[in-house]
């Protein structure tokens, strides 16, 4: 067995940076990441043959992405780069991948984890109706494969992504039938202060709406979804607006998100300390600023670890390996710490305005009808969660799953997981923190039982 | 507050006994450290077996067993119990005699198994294997829910009007002049009689009640797939002496394929958690997949353990105290204790109200301990 390396995961814009800081240093770093090509979910790459160029699919963000990726390329030779492997677990010191069928158990001297974030996602009814995908799946649609969701499609929820995304349909020459955001614009006007952290971000966002309502598209903010609906497929998107009049939005398609959660499992299975994020509404590891989670030697950089962005992974990423470095005995000097700590600093005062600006909608849950679907995979009501927590006296999060199974399946709540703390706080008549999180295990994704260590393992 | 009884630990086993000794008439208060039901017995596969186990624990076994069938009309709530069938499958022909063995010894305590080999087997189950040379089939055993089956009895008991107390965790068990008292986190409790079934800390309270026993907490590592159409009621485990062969798995009528068996990994009574080593999950896959082939196209979704208590010689303490009258356990059921639940839980009841029991239970008295060391056999597994 190889004698253990420093272990990064993910390859999107902190782990790349990660990767590279370690190499600078000398280091031959392993570098795993779940997609096939480097570049992460923002910088996403087409798959060989595509010949979109970077700055259709990445429009004032290509120059970023260009630099990433040839940054990534040259790197490549240099690392032990494991594309297409998917981290299922960790344990005894050593990741656990699976590629296909064959399962590799690699020891780590320290691990850089660069996991990411996903869609938030607060149900409503009709929300598993075909034709409805997360602002994510709707963009990787679009930059990975040229397509559109839909041939009029309705944006709803809240978040930069909201209008970035719909702003990318237009550009591409798809049909954005509205544009329906859950925050009220007072809210951004009271952020307004922490958003001017990053003058430039808040510039190009509001070039985003602008250029949405020089095509004439739809855009109402502090909306109320009610339901989307259709049979058998998306037909129409209902909402009450401001002012409390139902307004019905004709589509065959739904892009829907509320801001980005950050993918956190890994470093549950890493054993690292978690602490209630008041501003993001969620439950996330702790770090000190140079991302040194509770755990020695195990590290957090990106969206995995606080949502703030692209342009923070970087930074982070490098950081993040910065310290890895320092704690492993290598020399970094103090300047290139002070230097990322304090490019760090409005990023995070930006991210707390964004949160602000544009806040989770938890409150929706408590309106949702009983017969609202919360858990997809096991396919567990708002209704059946309101009744386990009633007749069981269900507390917390990993009791009311236990009983009642929401959050079981697949995707191991990390669809539902957030709406459904919702569901029970407010079955509970709690605050969200109260009912604590879902307790992670390996597989944090599907493992084929076919998968198998190699004849060299073990 | 004072009873009759006082259950310390709400697992199945002291659910039950709660449950049972309020349709006996005695007053309970049953006493949980955090909730209902949530180490052992959450962890628990759900099998429903009889076949395999130590011969003397039959009759205890069949008690339960009966008493499973009837779990909806007794409790009024339904843990999914199906007697869908067990089978235990071997893949040497050494190991023929044995299952042979075994299917004549428990035919006289009321257990028929049915022994079918190779083509006939293939005729009958042909999902299974087709390396398989022989298995067992008990064709009334079968399985029922672990997550719900002690809430459901602690329900029940409420309802009947036990006081079920959760959150609070015994710090104290005094004998006094009439009553014992039971010092918790929520408040003090007396009653005449006490009932130890607090799983893997069974031990640590023993211990202070000045009978130790050789305990050590361990932690199963359980499994479940995807879902897929369900097709396989009975429920299967692998007949073996090689610890890791010995897998086991269950199809819930959902469809998912619940799985355990293999190596067991560390638990421990401070943190309360025990560990899953998602390397036995990889080692039970290449079992599982021998066993049941078609389960090579599915995928683990989700795995996870609870702390077990297991005892020296591999089956429970179980009984009346050797040393304090009016003392009472049931605890440390070495893995093997879902099954047992509702018979133990109408057995300790017996005993407690009446001071006899209809099914023998001396080969689990905590005195063995005490005496010489001897080991008597513990139960086969699969």
Redesign the interface.
């Known amino acids: 067995m190889a004698s253990p390396a420093v272990i990064v995961i993910g390859a999107g814009p902190a782990g790349i940076r990660a990767a590279a800081r370690l190499v600078e240093a000398g280091l031959r770093p392993v570098l795993i990441d779940e997609n096939e090509r480097s570049g992460g979910q923002i910088y996403r790459r087409q798959p060989a043959g595509f010949t979109r160029p970077a700055s259709a699919l990445y429009g004032s963000e290509a120059a970023k992405a260009v630099a990433l990726h040839a940054a990534a390329d040259a790197l490549a030779p240099r690392l032990d780069y494991r594309p297409g492997t998917l981290v ?5 010191g050593a990741v ?1 991948t699976q590629r296909g069928d064959r ?1 590799e ?1 690699l020891p780590y001297a320290a691990l850089i984890l660069c996991s990411g974030a996903t869609d938030r996602i607060m149900p409503l009814p009709g929300w598993t109706l075909p034709g409805v995908y997360s602002l994510g799946a709707a963009q990787i649609a679009l930059k990975a494969q040229a397509c559109a969701i839909g041939s009029r499609v309705v944006f709803m929820g809240t978040g930069p992504l909201l209008y970035l995304v719909a702003w990318q349909y237009v550009k591409a020459g798809a049909t954005v039938a509205a544009v329906l955001d859950t925050s009220p614009s007072r809210r951004r006007v009271l952020a307004a202060a922490a958003l001017a952290a990053r003058p430039a971000v808040l510039a190009q966002g509001l070039r985003y709406l602008a250029g949405l309502r020089r095509a004439g598209i739809p855009v109402l903010t502090g909306v109320t979804p009610l339901r989307i609906e259709g049979h058998g497929r998306v037909a129409g998107v209902v909402v009450s607006d401001r002012a409390g009049r139902e307004r019905r939005v004709e589509a065959d398609a739904v892009g829907l998100g509320y801001g980005l959660r950050s993918e956190t499992q890994l470093a549950d299975l890493a054993k690292a300390r978690f602490g209630f994020d008041a501003v993001a509404r969620q439950w996330l590891p702790e770090t000190d600023a140079d991302g040194r989670s509770s755990v020695p030697l195990v590290y957090l950089a990106g969206d995995g670890a606080v949502v703030r962005g692209a342009d923070a992974a970087e930074l982070a990423g490098r950081l993040a390996a910065c310290a890895a470095l320092r704690d492993l005995g290598h020399a970094v000097p103090e300047e290139e710490f002070s230097r990322l700590r304090a490019a760090l600093r409005p990023m995070s005062r930006f991210r707390q305005g964004l949160e602000n600006g544009f806040p989770w909608p938890g409150h929706l849950a408590a309106m949702l009808p009983n017969e609202t679907i919360i858990c997809r995979c096991e396919a567990i009501t708002a209704g059946a969660i309101r009744r386990t927590v009633a007749e ?1 006296g269900a ?1 917390e999060m990993n ?1 009311a799953k ?2 009642g199974r929401v959050g ?3 995707c ?1 709540g990390r669809i539902c997981g957030l709406a459904a703390a919702e569901v029970i706080a407010a079955a509970r008549g709690v605050p969200v923190e109260e009912v604590g999180q879902l307790r992670g ?3 944090i994704k ?8 190699g004849p060299d393992e073990g | 507050m004072k009873a009759d009884v006082i259950i310390v630990g709400g697992g199945l086993m002291g659910s039950a006994t709660a449950f049972f000794l309020r349709r006996r008439g005695l007053s309970v208060i049953l006493l949980e450290r955090d909730l209902v039901g949530q180490a052992a017995t959450v962890a628990s596969f759900g099998n429903i077996r009889r076949q395999g186990r130590f011969l003397p624990q039959l009759p205890l076994a069949n008690l339960s067993r009966d008493l499973w069938g009837r779990v909806p009309e007794l409790i009024g709530e339904d843990v999914e119990f199906l007697a869908s069938g067990h089978l235990r499958v071997c893949f040497r022909d050494a190991e023929i005699g044995r299952m042979e063995q075994y299917a004549r010894d428990c035919a006289p305590y009321g257990l028929k198994l049915e022994l079918i080999s190779r083509n006939a087997l293939r005729d009958r189950f042909p999902y299974l294997s087709p390396e398989a040379v022989m298995a067992s089939y008990s064709p009334l055993d079968g399985h029922a829910n672990p997550r719900l089956a002690a809430p459901a009895f602690a329900r029940a008991a409420r309802r009947e009007g036990a006081v079920v107390v959760e959150h609070a965790e015994v710090v104290g068990i005094a004998r006094g002049a009439e009553d014992f008292v039971v010092e918790t986190r929520a408040g003090t409790f007396r009653a005449p009689m006490v009932q130890v079934s607090a799983g893997a800390w069974g031990q640590r309270l023993s211990a202070a009640l000045g009978e130790d026993v050789p305990l050590t907490p361990a932690g199963p590592q359980m499994g479940v797939t995807e879902p897929a159409p369900y097709r396989i009621p009975e429920v299967m485990g692998i007949h073996t002496d090689v610890t890791e062969e010995g897998v086991y798995l269950r199809q819930v009528q959902r469809g998912n394929i619940v799985f355990g068996g293999g190596r067991r990994d560390a638990a421990s009574l401070d943190t309360k958690r025990a560990t899953l080593n998602p390397l036995n999950t990889m080692a039970q896959m290449p079992h599982l997949r021998r066993l049941l082939p078609a389960m090579a196209q599915l995928r683990v979704i989700r795995t996870w353990s609870g702390v077990e208590g297991y005892l020296r010689d591999d089956i429970p303490v179980m009984g009346p105290s050797g040393v304090t009258p009016g003392l009472f356990y049931a605890f440390g059921f070495c893995g093997h204790g879902f099954q047992l639940g509702p018979g133990v839980g109408a057995t300790m009841a017996e005993l407690i109200a009446t001071g006899r029991t209809s099914v023998p239970i001396e080969p689990f008295h905590i005195g063995r301990f005490a005496a010489a060391s001897s080991t008597p056999p513990g139960p086969q597994r699969g």
């Open positions: 299922w677990g960790i344990a005894d656990l399962l158990r069981t507390p009791r236990s009983l079981m399946g697949r191991q295990a390996a597989p599907p493992l084929p039982l076919t998968a198998e260590l």
